[in-house]
Protein backbone atom coordinates (compact mmCIF):
# COMPACT_ATOMS: atom_id res chain seq x y z
CA UNK A 1 0.00 0.00 0.00
CA UNK A 2 1.42 3.19 -0.90
CA UNK A 3 1.21 6.18 2.16
CA UNK A 4 0.62 9.52 0.94
CA UNK A 5 1.70 12.55 2.57
CA UNK A 6 0.35 16.59 1.98
CA UNK A 7 3.21 18.77 1.56
CA UNK A 8 3.41 22.44 3.60
CA UNK A 9 5.25 25.13 2.71
CA UNK A 10 6.51 25.34 6.14
CA UNK A 11 8.96 22.57 8.23
CA UNK A 12 6.37 20.44 9.84
CA UNK A 13 5.98 20.93 13.88
CA UNK A 14 6.56 17.10 14.18
CA UNK A 15 8.78 14.85 12.52
CA UNK A 16 9.18 11.46 12.64
CA UNK A 17 11.23 9.20 10.49
CA UNK A 18 12.22 5.77 10.74
CA UNK A 19 11.07 4.63 14.55
CA UNK A 20 11.61 2.18 15.53
CA UNK A 21 10.93 0.74 19.20
CA UNK A 22 11.83 -2.44 21.26
CA UNK A 23 11.21 -4.01 24.70
CA UNK A 24 13.53 -6.81 25.04
CA UNK A 25 13.05 -9.15 22.05
CA UNK A 26 9.81 -7.56 20.98
CA UNK A 27 9.28 -4.78 18.22
CA UNK A 28 6.37 -2.63 19.40
CA UNK A 29 7.30 -0.24 16.40
CA UNK A 30 8.81 -0.77 13.45
CA UNK A 31 9.90 2.06 10.50
CA UNK A 32 7.39 4.35 11.19
CA UNK A 33 7.65 7.74 9.74
CA UNK A 34 5.30 10.63 9.26
CA UNK A 35 5.00 14.54 10.08
CA UNK A 36 2.23 16.52 11.62
CA UNK A 37 2.20 19.77 9.93
CA UNK A 38 2.49 23.17 12.03
CA UNK A 39 -1.59 24.66 12.85
CA UNK A 40 -3.23 20.97 11.75
CA UNK A 41 -4.80 18.87 13.61
CA UNK A 42 -3.72 15.39 13.24
CA UNK A 43 -5.39 11.92 14.28
CA UNK A 44 -2.93 9.05 15.45
CA UNK A 45 -5.47 6.20 15.17
CA UNK A 46 -5.18 2.35 15.87
CA UNK A 47 -6.36 -0.77 17.88
CA UNK A 48 -5.42 -0.65 21.54
CA UNK A 49 -1.45 -2.35 21.68
CA UNK A 50 -0.89 -0.68 17.68
CA UNK A 51 1.87 1.56 19.22
CA UNK A 52 0.51 4.99 19.63
CA UNK A 53 1.56 5.33 23.50
CA UNK A 54 4.72 3.83 22.76
CA UNK A 55 5.63 6.49 20.03
CA UNK A 56 4.18 9.30 22.00
CA UNK A 57 6.40 8.47 24.94
CA UNK A 58 9.46 7.86 22.80
CA UNK A 59 8.46 11.08 20.89
CA UNK A 60 8.55 13.09 24.26
CA UNK A 61 11.91 11.86 25.19
CA UNK A 62 10.18 9.30 28.15
CA UNK A 63 11.43 6.41 26.53
CA UNK A 64 14.75 6.11 24.65
CA UNK A 65 13.71 5.05 20.93
CA UNK A 66 15.70 1.78 19.66
CA UNK A 67 16.46 3.72 16.50
CA UNK A 68 14.87 6.45 14.10
CA UNK A 69 14.69 10.27 14.62
CA UNK A 70 11.74 12.14 16.67
CA UNK A 71 11.92 15.48 16.64
CA UNK A 72 9.42 18.51 17.32
CA UNK A 73 10.30 21.61 15.89
CA UNK A 74 13.50 20.52 14.51
CA UNK A 75 14.97 18.83 17.52
CA UNK A 76 14.61 16.34 20.10
CA UNK A 77 12.17 17.53 22.69
CA UNK A 78 13.44 19.06 25.78
CA UNK A 79 10.97 20.25 28.87
CA UNK A 80 12.62 23.55 28.82
CA UNK A 81 12.66 24.16 25.61
CA UNK A 82 11.13 26.63 23.20
CA UNK A 83 8.37 24.81 22.12
CA UNK A 84 4.98 25.42 24.84
CA UNK A 85 3.61 21.62 25.04
CA UNK A 86 0.01 20.84 26.67
CA UNK A 87 0.53 16.97 26.92
CA UNK A 88 -3.19 15.14 28.21
CA UNK A 89 -1.86 11.68 28.93
CA UNK A 90 -4.31 8.67 29.00
CA UNK A 91 -3.81 7.34 32.76
CA UNK A 92 -4.58 11.23 34.56
CA UNK A 93 -2.06 12.67 36.74
CA UNK A 94 -3.65 15.38 39.12
CA UNK A 95 -3.32 15.55 43.08
CA UNK A 96 -6.29 14.12 44.26
CA UNK A 97 -6.29 15.18 48.00
CA UNK A 98 -6.04 18.71 46.95
CA UNK A 99 -9.09 21.26 45.76
CA UNK A 100 -9.96 21.98 42.22
CA UNK A 101 -8.79 25.49 42.07
CA UNK A 102 -5.13 24.89 44.07
CA UNK A 103 -4.16 21.89 41.73
CA UNK A 104 -4.88 24.44 38.62
CA UNK A 105 -3.22 27.09 40.02
CA UNK A 106 0.11 25.27 41.35
CA UNK A 107 0.31 23.79 37.71
CA UNK A 108 -0.32 27.36 35.83
CA UNK A 109 2.52 28.84 38.07
CA UNK A 110 4.70 25.37 36.73
CA UNK A 111 3.89 26.91 33.44
CA UNK A 112 5.61 30.11 33.71
CA UNK A 113 2.09 32.38 34.62
CA UNK A 114 1.96 34.14 37.98
CA UNK A 115 -0.10 33.85 41.08
CA UNK A 116 -3.23 35.99 40.15
CA UNK A 117 -3.21 35.13 36.91
CA UNK A 118 -3.34 31.50 37.19
CA UNK A 119 -6.07 31.88 39.69
CA UNK A 120 -8.11 33.79 37.51
CA UNK A 121 -7.33 32.02 34.36
CA UNK A 122 -8.59 28.39 36.60
CA UNK A 123 -11.73 30.18 37.83
CA UNK A 124 -12.89 31.48 34.17
CA UNK A 125 -12.20 27.82 32.90
CA UNK A 126 -14.35 26.37 35.68
CA UNK A 127 -17.06 28.66 35.46
CA UNK A 128 -16.74 27.77 31.47
CA UNK A 129 -17.06 23.65 31.86
CA UNK A 130 -19.54 23.80 34.19
CA UNK A 131 -17.34 23.32 37.41
CA UNK A 132 -17.14 26.91 38.72
CA UNK A 133 -18.83 24.98 41.93
CA UNK A 134 -15.98 22.69 42.56
CA UNK A 135 -13.48 24.75 42.67
CA UNK A 136 -12.97 24.05 46.40
CA UNK A 137 -13.90 20.42 46.34
CA UNK A 138 -11.32 18.05 46.37
CA UNK A 139 -10.28 16.35 43.28
CA UNK A 140 -11.29 13.07 44.62
CA UNK A 141 -14.87 13.89 45.26
CA UNK A 142 -15.21 14.49 41.50
CA UNK A 143 -16.50 12.16 39.02
CA UNK A 144 -14.03 10.67 36.51
CA UNK A 145 -15.39 12.85 33.72
CA UNK A 146 -15.15 16.19 36.25
CA UNK A 147 -11.26 15.01 36.92
CA UNK A 148 -10.86 14.68 33.30
CA UNK A 149 -11.81 18.41 32.50
CA UNK A 150 -9.70 19.59 35.11
CA UNK A 151 -7.03 17.69 33.78
CA UNK A 152 -7.72 19.62 30.50
CA UNK A 153 -7.89 22.93 31.38
CA UNK A 154 -4.34 21.98 33.30
CA UNK A 155 -3.21 20.86 29.84
CA UNK A 156 -4.03 23.77 27.94
CA UNK A 157 -3.39 26.89 30.59
CA UNK A 158 -0.24 27.76 28.93
CA UNK A 159 -2.27 28.05 25.10
CA UNK A 160 0.42 25.24 23.87
CA UNK A 161 1.58 25.47 20.55
CA UNK A 162 1.82 21.35 20.43
CA UNK A 163 -1.32 19.86 22.26
CA UNK A 164 -0.83 16.10 22.56
CA UNK A 165 -3.96 14.56 23.53
CA UNK A 166 -4.54 10.87 24.24
CA UNK A 167 -8.00 9.63 24.34
CA UNK A 168 -9.51 13.47 25.48
CA UNK A 169 -12.94 12.46 25.23
CA UNK A 170 -12.93 9.18 27.53
CA UNK A 171 -15.97 9.14 29.67
CA UNK A 172 -17.73 11.54 28.70
CA UNK A 173 -21.31 12.14 27.68
CA UNK A 174 -22.03 13.03 24.07
CA UNK A 175 -23.02 16.36 26.06
CA UNK A 176 -19.70 16.98 28.06
CA UNK A 177 -17.66 15.50 24.47
CA UNK A 178 -19.44 18.20 22.52
CA UNK A 179 -17.81 20.81 24.91
CA UNK A 180 -14.45 19.25 24.80
CA UNK A 181 -14.39 19.00 21.43
CA UNK A 182 -15.20 23.02 21.03
CA UNK A 183 -12.46 23.84 23.35
CA UNK A 184 -9.81 21.87 21.28
CA UNK A 185 -11.27 23.64 17.59
CA UNK A 186 -10.19 27.04 19.63
CA UNK A 187 -6.93 25.91 20.58
CA UNK A 188 -6.42 25.07 17.02
CA UNK A 189 -7.77 28.42 15.82
CA UNK A 190 -5.59 30.34 18.13
CA UNK A 191 -2.51 28.28 16.45
CA UNK A 192 -2.24 25.31 18.39
CA UNK A 193 -0.87 22.11 16.26
CA UNK A 194 -3.37 19.05 17.62
CA UNK A 195 -1.74 15.82 17.95
CA UNK A 196 -4.83 13.59 18.80
CA UNK A 197 -5.56 10.21 20.13
CA UNK A 198 -8.65 8.77 19.94
CA UNK A 199 -11.52 5.56 19.04
CA UNK A 200 -13.86 8.60 18.31
CA UNK A 201 -13.88 7.96 14.33
CA UNK A 202 -16.83 10.82 14.20
CA UNK A 203 -14.55 13.35 15.74
CA UNK A 204 -11.69 12.35 13.77
CA UNK A 205 -13.54 12.98 10.65
CA UNK A 206 -14.71 16.63 11.83
CA UNK A 207 -11.90 18.04 13.59
CA UNK A 208 -8.85 16.77 11.71
CA UNK A 209 -7.02 17.53 8.64
CA UNK A 210 -5.20 14.53 8.69
CA UNK A 211 -4.47 11.01 10.28
CA UNK A 212 -2.62 7.82 10.25
CA UNK A 213 -3.48 4.43 11.52
CA UNK A 214 -1.47 2.37 13.17
CA UNK A 215 -1.65 -1.22 13.05
CA UNK A 216 1.39 -3.50 14.74
CA UNK A 217 3.39 -0.89 15.29
CA UNK A 218 3.21 0.12 11.69
CA UNK A 219 1.75 2.80 9.39
CA UNK A 220 -1.21 1.15 7.32
CA UNK A 221 -2.73 4.28 5.82
CA UNK A 222 -1.47 8.07 6.42
CA UNK A 223 -2.86 10.91 4.78
CA UNK A 224 -6.14 13.26 4.34
CA UNK A 225 -9.50 11.58 5.13
CA UNK A 226 -10.59 11.59 1.52
CA UNK A 227 -6.70 10.02 0.75
CA UNK A 228 -7.09 7.55 3.75
CA UNK A 229 -10.66 6.31 1.99
CA UNK A 230 -9.02 5.80 -1.22
CA UNK A 231 -6.39 4.03 0.35
CA UNK A 232 -8.29 1.46 2.05
CA UNK A 233 -11.90 2.42 1.71
CA UNK A 234 -12.92 2.53 -2.03
CA UNK A 235 -16.68 3.12 -2.44
CA UNK A 236 -19.79 1.52 -0.48
CA UNK A 237 -22.85 0.74 -2.04
CA UNK A 238 -25.70 1.12 0.38
CA UNK A 239 -29.07 -1.38 -1.13
CA UNK A 240 -32.26 -1.79 0.29
CA UNK A 241 -33.63 -4.84 -2.30
CA UNK A 242 -35.94 -7.57 -2.67
CA UNK A 243 -34.34 -11.02 -4.19
CA UNK A 244 -31.07 -12.25 -4.08
CA UNK A 245 -28.28 -10.76 -4.58
CA UNK A 246 -25.92 -12.91 -7.39
CA UNK A 247 -22.49 -13.17 -6.55
CA UNK A 248 -20.23 -11.26 -8.85
CA UNK A 249 -16.26 -10.40 -9.43
CA UNK A 250 -17.51 -6.78 -9.47
CA UNK A 251 -18.55 -6.69 -5.84
CA UNK A 252 -18.13 -8.58 -2.28
CA UNK A 253 -21.36 -8.39 -0.62
CA UNK A 254 -19.90 -7.11 3.20
CA UNK A 255 -22.63 -6.29 5.19
CA UNK A 256 -26.75 -7.65 4.55
CA UNK A 257 -29.83 -7.64 7.02
CA UNK A 258 -33.19 -8.77 5.84
CA UNK A 259 -33.50 -6.03 2.79
CA UNK A 260 -30.69 -4.26 3.41
CA UNK A 261 -27.15 -5.17 2.15
CA UNK A 262 -23.68 -2.96 2.04
CA UNK A 263 -21.59 -4.14 -1.44
CA UNK A 264 -17.91 -2.95 -1.53
CA UNK A 265 -15.74 -2.83 -5.73
CA UNK A 266 -13.76 -5.09 -5.23
CA UNK A 267 -10.58 -3.90 -5.49
CA UNK A 268 -11.51 -0.63 -5.22
CA UNK A 269 -13.08 -1.02 -8.50
CA UNK A 270 -10.33 -1.41 -10.61
CA UNK A 271 -10.32 -4.61 -12.95
CA UNK A 272 -7.77 -6.73 -13.74
CA UNK A 273 -7.43 -5.95 -17.28
CA UNK A 274 -7.64 -2.36 -16.81
CA UNK A 275 -10.49 0.56 -16.35
CA UNK A 276 -12.75 0.85 -13.38
CA UNK A 277 -16.31 -0.08 -12.36
CA UNK A 278 -18.66 2.80 -11.57
CA UNK A 279 -22.29 2.50 -9.74
CA UNK A 280 -23.82 2.56 -12.84
CA UNK A 281 -22.71 -0.76 -13.82
CA UNK A 282 -23.20 -2.69 -10.02
CA UNK A 283 -26.74 -1.03 -10.31
CA UNK A 284 -27.35 -2.54 -13.99
CA UNK A 285 -25.52 -5.94 -12.88
CA UNK A 286 -28.40 -6.24 -9.78
CA UNK A 287 -30.97 -5.00 -11.96
CA UNK A 288 -30.52 -7.52 -15.03
CA UNK A 289 -30.13 -10.32 -12.38
CA UNK A 290 -33.63 -9.77 -11.20
CA UNK A 291 -32.67 -7.82 -7.77
CA UNK A 292 -35.80 -5.05 -7.01
CA UNK A 293 -33.89 -2.23 -6.46
CA UNK A 294 -35.81 0.40 -4.01
CA UNK A 295 -32.79 2.54 -2.87
CA UNK A 296 -29.41 2.66 -3.94
CA UNK A 297 -26.84 5.64 -2.85
CA UNK A 298 -22.88 5.26 -2.99
CA UNK A 299 -20.48 6.57 -0.78
CA UNK A 300 -16.80 6.21 0.49
CA UNK A 301 -16.22 4.78 3.80
CA UNK A 302 -16.51 5.98 6.46
CA UNK A 303 -13.21 6.08 9.15
CA UNK A 304 -14.98 3.76 11.64
CA UNK A 305 -15.61 1.15 8.60
CA UNK A 306 -12.29 1.69 7.56
CA UNK A 307 -11.50 1.28 11.39
CA UNK A 308 -13.27 -2.40 11.35
CA UNK A 309 -11.88 -3.27 8.57
CA UNK A 310 -8.63 -2.83 9.21
CA UNK A 311 -8.70 -4.02 12.68
CA UNK A 312 -11.31 -6.88 12.38
CA UNK A 313 -12.28 -8.48 15.51
CA UNK A 314 -8.80 -7.57 17.58
CA UNK A 315 -9.33 -6.31 20.98
CA UNK A 316 -6.08 -6.22 22.92
CA UNK A 317 -6.16 -4.96 26.73
CA UNK A 318 -3.04 -3.13 26.91
CA UNK A 319 -2.43 -0.25 24.47
CA UNK A 320 1.94 0.03 24.26
Request: aromatic share 6%.
Amino acid sequence: MVLSMTPSDAEPLVHITNFRMDFGQATVVEDLSFEVNRGETFGFLGSNGSGKTTTLRALLGIYRPTGGILHIDGKPFEPEGDVRLGYLPEERGLYKKETVLEVMSYFGRLKGLGKTTARDWSTNYLERVGLGDKAKTRLDKLSGGQQQKVQLGVTIMNNPELLILDEPTKGFDPVNRRLLMNIIEEQKNAGATVLMVTHQMEEVEKLCDRVILLKGGRAEAYGTIPEVQNQYGGTMVRLVYAGDIPPSPLYEVTSRERNYAELTLTNNGVLPGGGTVDEAVILRELVTAGVLVRSFTTSKLSLEEIFVTVYGEQNELVDV
